[in-house]
Every structure is written in C-alpha cells, then in structure tokens.
C-alpha cells in the first residue's frame, strides 16, 4: 500500500500553480447546453431515386481548448454497417478531428446506389455540438432541407404529427429492442400500439399513415414507448410534412426522466478529464468504467482506472454537477496513487473532496453541488464517505459526518477566491450561476475579507517564494 505524504515545498507552489489557472479555466470550460461527447443521430438517409437524390451533412462545432478527437459510426436498417462517401470513398466508420475553437462539416457525395437509410453515433473525447441537415435535390436543384439535433436515448419520446409525419428510430443497444408506437388523432380515439422491433443496432423509417392508416392530415400526436423499461432505451426523430410536401423540423420530443446514464456518466468524466489534462494534473488519461451492480459506489485503482456504480448515478438524479464532483474526487485519488501526495489536506478522503470541487469548478459545474453529492451519499450509505472505497487506506477520522466534509470543501471555496488571481473568475461565477445567493455566500473575496477571512499559512510561505509560475511544472496542453 503506497503511503501519501503531505505536501512540500515544491508541491505546495504546484499546488498554488494550478490555483493560478483558475480564471481561464472556468471561462474555457463552460459548454453550449447541447454539447455531448456522445452524439447521435437517429436519422441518416443518402442515395438516387428517380429524379432526385437524398444528401446527408455533419456539422460540429468544438468550443475547447484542445482539438477534438471523434469516431463516426454508421448503421443501416439491419444493424450492420450503412456506408456512405463522405468525400474518401464509401465507408460506415470516420475518423475525424474538430480543430480547437473551430468546427468541421462533411457532407455525402453523390451515389448511383439507391436511397438507403439507418442512423449515425459520433463518440468524442471533449464536448461537441453537432447537427445533421437531410438535403432534397431534384435533378441538379437544391429543392429542400431539414436540419436535425442530436438525440440521446430515451425511453418515451412524444412529438406532434398528422398523416404524413416522418418518423425514425434507431436501437443504441446489442440486444433486440421492442417500442410501441400510439397516435392521438384530433378527435381524441387513441389508435395503437403498432409495434416496432428492431435488431442489435438497427433502424426504421417511415410515415404515419404506414402504421396508422386511420390518421389524416388534421393534428395529432405520435407517442413511442419502450416495451421493457428502463432497459429498452431508443432513439428518435420526426420530420413534419405538410399537404403541401413541405417538410421542417419539430422540436426533440425525449421525455425525462429518466435520462441516459450511461451517457451522461462518460459526458462528465470527459469535460472533468480534461479539465485536469489541461492543470498538468493528469497527463495520461485513466480507463473509465462504468459498473451495472446494485451498488452506490465509485472507486479509483491503481492509478489506472476510475469506476461509477450505475446506482451512484441514479442516486445524483440529473445533477451533472454533482456527478462532477464525484468524478473529480476519484480523479483526484487518481493523482493521490500516482503521486503519492496529498495536496490540499492530511486526509486522503477530505484531500479528494477538494479536488473534486476544484474539478468540478473549472470544468464549469456548480461548486455548490458537493453538499448535494455528499448528503445524498450519506442519506443512502449512512457515511459522507463514497461506500466501500479504499477502506484499508482510510484513518477513522476520514468518516466523520458529512458536515465535516461539507465544511472542509466550503473552506476550499474560500481559499480559491481569497487568491487575488482567482477573485476574478469567481465574481463572475457567481454572477452567473447564483446571482441571487446572499452577499455572505463563499465565491467572493470581498465577503471573506469583510468577515477577516486569512490566507492558510502554506499559502503566504508559498508567496513568499520564488514565483510559482517560474517553479512551477510547465502546463501541458498537447494531447496525451
């Protein structure tokens, strides 16, 4: 068992070296509300048909700091591979690399192949928004387009329709998937379900009026809705059309909860990774796995892996916030076995708590979110400590009450913002997130000094050193 010792001289001004990073790291890390590392698309149609032709396009837009690494995948109707030309020959899996504070589009080239149809999924390293246009040529004529959002599974999906509503639906998932599908018509009689079952990977497309022959053109409403819940996860897209051939897009019809887990899980520990890449904090990044036993938990091993109980998630609901935290902690234990320090305090537990809200904050989450994340561990494991982790790593004092803990994290808060460096960004913070909390909330300098609120004494001793960001380990921002 690798013993952590606490921070020297030389990992003190390391430590107040990534403090000074603050305020550029919050401003980089904040995401557009639609940004996902995983991106999918439920509708993918390209090919001839008499007169005309379907083209697909795939915009991408990274707002990080760091290029965005990404693999695209495409899958027909059966599940197997749906190739397509995106300008290097026909192929259903890309590679593709979104530059730094850019974007990318591709867009597929003409085909003599017929018209084919499946769906598409993009895994990223950072956060990506993204869009599909489904352009109409008539002869050599642009005639009409429709731009589309990515989607994320779900299990009901609800969207206005009539007659000739277009409808796609994907399965994410290695195993068969069943979804019924029901349609309101406008005089209120409920037809269906009309059942839609779909292979590993697979796809449908159609029009309401082929599975609903009783619809007309008056308004209705389309629902689909998984059969085996909350296993039977899909994707889905409709596609308005009006008498006139008209067609535009509806607003993504999802219902939540529940969300996706699984990909929320990978979407925080991505923005969370980086945001340490971007410290120098990790440099190689540790194997994410995310474990499907009835079990509240999270662990760090070895070094080398970062693990997230499917229940922990569940638990945390839909704060990605306070999921970040959960992340953060572990990544620090991460640090803590690579390193074989303790950075912020004498207690590898408290230790972590701090990285997690650090984390947490410059990966733009609410740093708010560890009381959350704590209680609710607490309320469902009677310990502020994440279960079972690294028990025989742990002095007693390391489950102590989570107030304890909540405070150790508190007093962090303070300490970022009572650096002169850091006061900036976590005015605008707080502007931003919680304009409305009370003046004595943490994130302000001011309010600390107001209530004579003292630098830690290894912060004036690291001051008093040599600048920490001549001493200090450079801050690599290449990907590993």
């Not at 995948?73 to 591979?81: A, C, H, Q």
């Not at 999802?254 to 440099?283: C, E, K, Y």
């Not at 916030?321 to 620090?332: D, K, N, T």
Request: hydrophobic residues 40%; proline residues 6%; neutral net charge.
């Amino acid at each position: 068992m690798k013993t952590l010792r606490k921070a020297s001289a030389p990992s003190r001004l390391f430590t107040l070296s990534i403090l000074l990073c603050l305020p550029s790291a919050v401003q980089a890390q904040r995401q557009a509300a639609s940004a996902h590392v995983n991106l999918y698309f439920a509708q993918i149609a390209d090919g001839q048909f008499s007169g005309g032709r379907w083209q697909t396009a795939l915009t991408f837009v990274n707002t990080n700091d760091r290029a965005a690494s990404a693999e695209l995948r495409l899958f027909g109707s059966d599940g197997g591979p749906l190739t397509v030309d995106f300008g290097s020959g026909q192929a259903s899996r890309f590679t593709l690399t979104v530059p730094a504070k850019s974007s990318l589009s591709i867009a597929s080239r003409p085909t003599s192949l017929p018209v084919r149809s499946g769906w598409a999924r993009v895994y990223s390293d950072v956060p990506l928004v993204g869009s599909a246009s489904f352009r109409l040529w008539l002869g050599s004529q642009a005639a009409q387009e429709v731009t589309a959002p990515p989607v994320l599974p779900v299990i009901d999906y609800v969207s206005y329709a009539n007659r000739e509503l277009g409808v796609a639906v994907a399965n994410p998932n290695n195993r068969t998937l069943r979804v019924d599908a029901y349609l309101k018509l406008a005089n209120g009689a409920v037809v269906g379900p009309s059942r839609i079952t779909l292979q590993p990977f697979g796809h449908t497309a159609f029009n309401v009026r082929d599975r609903f022959p009783s619809a007309d053109l008056r308004d209705s409403m389309l629902s689909l809705e998984a059969v085996d819940r909350p296993q039977d996860e899909f994707l889905a897209w409709t596609m308005n059309t009006d008498a006139s051939g008209t067609f535009s897009s509806i607003p993504p019809g999802g219902i939540t909860p529940p969300i996706s887990h699984w990909d929320r899980i990978w979407n925080t520990f991505q923005r969370v990774l980086n945001a340490a890449r971007d410290l120098g904090m990790i440099r190689t990044a540790p194997e994410l796995e995310i474990l499907y036993d009835k079990t509240v938990n999270a662990y760090a091993a070895d070094g080398r892996e970062v693990g997230i109980f499917m229940g922990l998630s569940e638990l945390l609901g839909d704060s990605d916030s306070e999921l970040a935290f959960v992340v953060g902690h572990e990544i620090g234990h991460i640090y803590q076995q690579r390193t074989g320090r303790l950075e912020f305090h004498s207690n590898p537990e408290f230790d972590a708590d701090i990285w997690g809200t650090f984390l947490a904050l410059i990966s733009g989450y609410d740093a708010y979110a560890a009381a959350g994340a704590l209680a609710k561990l607490a309320m469902a494991t009677g310990t502020a400590g994440l279960a079972t982790q690294f028990e025989q790593q742990l002095a007693p004092e390391a489950h102590k009450s989570f107030n304890t803990r909540i405070s150790t994290v508190f007093e962090m808060l303070q300490f970022v913002c009572s650096l002169r460096e850091a006061a900036p960004a976590c005015r605008v913070y707080k502007a931003i997130l919680h304009p409305h909390l009370p003046d004595s909330a943490p994130l302000r300098w001011e309010d600390l000094a107001a209530r004579g609120y003292r630098r830690p004494e290894f912060v004036k001793s690291a001051l008093s050193e040599d600048d920490p960001r001549e001493s200090a380990p450079p801050q690599p921002r290449e990907k590993d």
